[in-house]
């Protein structure tokens, strides 16, 4: 069970359930130590002073915001503190929204909000609020706050817990019109892109996909822990725009039609290692990771 972050209550109306807050991510990436490149030592960073040339103390650094006119405001710790949001113990809900409505831009980190205690009241009321939640299709919009700032949020059930969402406020996400190139396609074109995207189409399964990059850096990892060393792939040439749409969608849809022209095995062996991982990790091929370079052309072939 991961640690909670935030214990209070969901709350709307006269109803508030006693809840706590959980991440609902983890962060699975290697995370490295800068060392100096020639002793291999930890590198300890220091604050200086830019005028003075001193190190400066935790406790003397301050916080200034810089104008437009190139001035420096300095904020302390006091002005902060005349701005922060009313603590409370509670995620307001404000109105249950269509989830299908929210577009998922406005996402920004999940959570999972998990009943605290075990006594029958606060159980009955969380799964009524699940199940009903279930049945609506609707989510929770609201607001709580955490350490020191107000966040806009939306609750929703996901399985059998009640998922929460931080919600980036309006005018952090780009308008439309803003980023939008315009223009119109041509119908033909939208027909034949329509009919690769169903021939492409499949159910969703997460588990399907695996980050490539980490299952690359474990194996360079292992090697240098082994004494090996590691040989850089083979730069890929970036592809070139399609010069005929319509030609490249009408010869994509005859090779799915056709099953694909298939990779014969002698080409297969003229691939880099890293290579042949990449497409056994595209044709989810398991225990890639453990192969040599003979066992992916065969798993591949």
């Avoid at 420096?72 to 109105?95: F, G, H, M, Q, S």
């Avoid at 606060?122 to 049945?135: D, H, I, N, P, S």
């Avoid at 592809?239 to 056709?258: N, S, Y």
Wanted: hydrophobic share 40%; charged share 30%.
């Amino acid at each position: 069970m991961p640690r909670s972050l935030w214990t209070g209550s969901l709350s709307f109306g006269l109803v508030n359930v006693p809840v706590m807050l959980v991440t609902a991510v983890r962060n699975q990436g290697f995370h490295f130590r800068q060392l100096h490149k020639e002793s291999h030592q930890p590198i300890e960073v220091k604050r200086f002073c830019s005028a003075e040339d001193v190190e400066v103390p935790y406790e003397d650094v301050a916080r200034g915001f810089e104008l437009e006119d190139q001035g420096i405001i300095v904020i302390t710790d006091e002005d902060l503190e005349t701005v922060e949001p009313r603590k409370t113990r509670t995620v307001e809900v404000d109105a249950f929204v269509p989830l299908a409505d929210v577009d998922p831009v406005y996402y920004d980190h999940p959570y999972v909000l998990l009943p605290i205690g075990d006594s029958e009241g606060t159980l009955r009321a969380y799964q009524l609020l699940v199940e009903v939640m279930k049945g609506t299709d609707r989510a929770a919009l609201g607001r709580f706050v955490m350490r020191t700032k107000e966040y806009l949020v939306l609750v929703r059930a996901r399985g059998d817990v009640l998922a929460l969402t931080t919600v980036l406020w309006h005018d952090e996400v780009r308008p439309r019109d803003e980023v939008a190139p315009g223009g119109k396609a041509e119908k033909a074109l939208v027909d034949q892109m329509e009919e690769l995207i169903d021939a492409m189409a499949v159910d969703w399964d997460h588990e399907r996909y695996e980050d490539r990059y980490r299952e690359r850096l474990a194996e360079v990892i292992e090697a240098k822990r082994k004494g090996g060393t590691v040989k850089a792939p083979t730069a890929e040439k970036e592809p070139a725009p399609t010069p005929d749409l319509m030609a490249a969608l009408e010869q994509t849809l005859a090779q799915m039609r056709g099953g694909g022209p298939s990779t014969p095995e002698e080409d297969l062996s003229q691939l880099s290692k890293q290579e042949l991982l990449e497409k056994a990790a595209e044709q989810d091929v398991s225990g890639r990771s453990k192969m040599t370079k003979d066992e992916l052309v065969d798993a591949l072939s």
